[in-house]
């Protein structure tokens, strides 16, 4: 089968065997793969992640009880054993392999082998396209999961890439007074559109009103740029991950008594009904589709011009 590699060679378009499940897997057939921030990180060797890339997708089982059905898949494969599992943090098993991130091949391939359990029925109003986002979009429901939101609160969304759009809808759903910051008028245009308010970065002045930050920048500035807008005893949310040292001064964390939150994978089952019943809005978000084996492209384009979503297709 056709596969996107990293290795030590770099990012490269192979030739691999279909794999073959073990027990408690099932192979899945790739139907699309979306390209997103932490696969570009894992190329500039955060994770020193080695293997087939890519974690959001939309597949086919070929075997098991959900066989000839559309599926999504949480990427965190997990013992359940543990216990982290026992106690319903899988998402922290210390045994976890992670779908195109840790220690397990990803979805940038014809095929991918995964945990049974991990995956989700497709709810047919939900088409191809959007199915992808279904993981980013877990990722941003686990912020009202953490934070407990409502319209009495300031909160910034730091970024208006892909995820910081993602994380901006889901946000919005509280009633909260939320402004989304970012540097691309076109990006930012599609959040507008959904009665978001918006700012460019040149525009905000740094007056310590918010109560949330939410960096979704995908830089190693991000939080200290956040920093620069909590008030006293506010909430910083962490959604970013880059590859390399980040130094940052902590003094302001202690002086103002900040609580930091990281904030990673979240639930699938909100998700894909945000998605079904048309809650969450992410058509706009795509910026291009490439066949897999352009995907050398597709991972240029995405570095090096400021895309939104671009999808594989094998």
């Known amino acids: 089968m ?11 378009v192979v030739e691999r065997p279909i794999p073959e499940p073990v027990p408690g897997e099932v192979l899945v057939r790739v139907l699309k793969a979306g390209l997103c921030e932490t696969d570009l990180q ?30 999504v898949c949480e990427i965190n494969c997990v013992c359940h054993r543990c216990d982290y599992c026992d106690r319903g943090l899988q998402t922290h098993c210390p045994h976890r392999t992670v779908v195109g991130i840790l220690q397990r091949d990803g979805a940038f391939a ?10 989700h029925p497709v709810p047919d109003r939900i088409s191809d396209n959007q199915a992808v986002f279904t993981e980013p979009l877990a990722a941003a429901f686990q912020i009202p999961a953490q934070v407990p939101l ?16 993602l994380c901006a809808q889901v946000i919005a759903q509280s009633g909260c ?57 506010g909430i910083l949310v962490l959604k970013t991950t880059v590859a390399g040292t980040q130094t940052l001064s902590l003094a ?12 990673r994978c979240g639930p699938f089952e909100p998700a894909l009904a945000a998605l079904r019943d048309h809650r969450i809005y992410v058509d706009s978000l795509i910026e291009a589709t490439y066949p897999l084996s352009d995907a050398v492209e597709a991972f240029k ?12 297709e094998p």
Do not use: W
Not at 252 to 263: A, L, Q
Not at 301 to 310: G, H, I, R
């Open 2 to 12: 056709r596969a996107v590699v990293l290795d030590e060679q770099g990012l490269q």
């Open 42 to 71: 894992l190329v500039k060797g955060y994770m020193g992640f080695r293997g087939i890339l890519g974690h959001e997708f939309v597949g086919v089982p070929e075997t098991g009880p959900l066989r000839g059905q559309r599926v």
């Open 110 to 119: 014809e095929f991918i082998s995964v945990p049974e359990r991990n995956l």
């Open 150 to 165: 409502n319209p009495h609160q300031r909160v910034i969304v730091l970024g208006d890439g892909r995820l910081g759009n």
């Open 177 to 233: 007074r939320l402004t989304v910051v970012g540097k691309h008028s076109r990006k930012l245009s599609l959040l507008a559109a959904l009665g978001i308010d918006t700012a460019l970065v040149g525009d905000i002045v740094a007056s310590r009103e918010a109560d949330i930050v939410v960096d979704c920048t995908g830089s190693p500035t991000g939080m200290e740029s956040a920093l620069r807008l909590l008030k006293p005893r």
């Open 252 to 263: 302001p964390i202690v002086i103002d008594e900040f609580t930091v939150i990281g904030s």
């Open 301 to 312: 384009q995405a570095s090096t011009q400021p895309t939104l979503k671009l999808l594989l």
